[in-house]
């Protein structure tokens, strides 16, 4: 009875039982979280913090989801017993390597399209808290002036307990779809240490924000969805189109695609901030208000009227953006030299391994590589344009605009349809406008090369 009133549910919202079955689970969180605050002593927490993980993970996956979970987890601990000086690599690579394995294995790109689902997703958030666990762990070997500020702030001079370490991995099943957050912050939020130490602010406000986002992201996007399906690029009559069309029916899947992400994001903002654990400080306002900026993992507005590319990786996906600067772009940059195109398509390479071995995902992120060293150009030129030409200026922010509206949505086509074929024929279709612009733009800047910027204090944010 049921799993036909389940099958009744997942069919009137278009989608399967397990999908249906872990966005329950994955809903509850927000409770489940909640309750954390309720738990009486340190060791109370962790342990209701690893349970209540393992059994939403089991509830939405199955047994075999937390197996999946516990081996990173062991590889990574077992790496900081006993090997200390070299836990970070060997983690980074053994969880790497598992988790490859398992894309490879469940093929979970694939399942997602289909409307399955399985724990590699879990799995990828997990991966990134177990490495930057072992890292920090790594860092506390270091002298702190050989070190940069967020390193400083997030090394570890003692190795967490068994307990410890399980109840960050799992947290209430912040594991599901992340955001991704650092240990020692895990760990002063149940101590109640640093901004946890005084007063907690009331998370019902921001919560209830969040809750709000999350429902009309969701209605927007299955009211979008069937009128813009991924299999439409596979059909004759998408051939039969001008140019112009296929241009814009490119935007509106990515447009749908997004608000699926948004949702997502904005549950696990919801049960983040609810815990207490979303608190990130005040603001220097008066009275000061609290900022709840450690569970934001993107900014809506910002991604959809971004005015320059760069910007992209600071509003969307914001906790593993923040993750791969600290974890892999800033750790490429040798000392005394400015970072390269070499450090960012190594980190875009990076996330595109993590996202899965998919052609679609490696072009995708190569491709952004591309948009955001684009942007760069166009920006150093904007800059560089006297004071006088404030005309020009504005005309190159708004082509800037413009120029990431279309590569952010012609790139994105191959992380949605993934196969080589479909990636190629879907950016063929618009003879590869997407990719052309940006090689141009970079090739143009070897021989364009803008001056100072008139303003020679002007502070760089880019």
């Known amino acids: 009875m049921a799993l036909l009133e389940m099958e009744s549910m997942a069919g009137s919202i278009g989608v399967s039982v397990a999908v249906l079955r872990f966005l329950l689970c994955y809903v509850a969180t927000i409770p489940v979280s909640f309750l954390w605050r309720f738990v009486p002593s340190r060791t109370g927490k962790h342990v209701y913090a690893a349970a209540s993980g393992a059994l ?33 690599i ?8 598992y988790l490859i394995g398992c894309h490879v294995y469940y093929m979970s790109g694939d399942a997602w399209k289909e409307g399955g689902i399985d724990a590699t997703g879990a799995l990828m958030v997990l991966t990134l808290k177990v490495i930057s666990c072992a890292i920090n762990y790594n860092d506390g070997l270091v002298t702190e002036e050989n070190l940069r500020e967020a390193q400083k702030k997030n090394r570890l001079t003692h190795l967490p307990s068994l307990i410890e370490y399980i109840g960050y991995c799992l947290c209430c099943g912040s594991h599901f779809a992340g955001p991704v957050y650092e240990i020692k912050d895990y760990l002063e939020w149940t101590e109640r240490k640093g901004i946890w130490s005084g007063p907690w602010p009331s998370p019902y406000a921001a919560t209830l924000r969040a809750i709000l986002q999350a429902g009309v992201c969701m209605a ?21 189109w001008g140019f112009w069309k296929r241009l814009s029916y490119q935007y509106m899947a990515g447009f749908t695609a997004r608000w699926k992400y948004y949702f997502i994001w904005s549950i696990s903002e919801a049960s983040i901030i609810i815990s207490g654990l979303g608190f990130s400080g005040w603001t220097e306002s008066s009275p000061p208000k609290p900022k709840w900026d450690r569970a934001k993992n993107v900014d809506i507005l910002g991604v959809e009227f971004a005015k320059s590319a760069v910007q992209i990786p600071l509003v969307w996906n914001i906790q593993v953006s923040t993750w791969l600067r600290h ?27 993590w996202h899965g071995l998919y052609p679609g995902y490696i072009i995708f992120f190569v491709q952004s590589a591309l948009m955001i060293a684009g942007s ?22 708004f082509l800037n605009f413009a120029y990431t509206v279309l590569v ?6 191959g992380f949605m349809v993934l196969s080589l074929h479909e990636t190629i024929a879907s950016y063929g279709s618009v003879y590869y406008i997407g990719t052309i612009i ?25």
């Open 220 to 240: 927007l996007y299955l009211y979008l969805v069937p009128q813009y399906p991924l299999t439409r690029f596979t059909e004759p009559i998408y051939q039969e």
């Open 376 to 397: 760069r150009v166009i920006y150093r030129w904007q800059q560089a344009l006297p004071p006088k030409m404030e005309l020009v200026k504005k005309i190159m922010v």
């Open 408 to 413: 952010l949505n012609y790139s994105c086509v």
């Open 90 to 97: 060997i983690t980074f690579f053994l969880g790497f390597g």
């Open 438 to 462: 940006p090689i141009v733009l970079i090739l143009l800047s070897y021989v364009i090369k803008p001056g100072k910027p008139a303003r020679s204090k002007t502070r760089k944010d880019e």
């Open 327 to 353: 974890y892999v772009y800033d750790r490429l940059i040798q000392n005394g030299k400015k970072p390269g195109f070499f450090q960012l398509l190594a980190t875009q390479t990076v996330s595109a391994v």
């Open 56 to 88: 939403l993970s089991y509830l939405s996956f199955g047994f075999s989801s937390n197996l999946h979970f516990l081996v990173p987890m062991l590889l990574g601990y077992l790496s900081m017993a006993i090997y200390r000086a070299k836990c970070g």
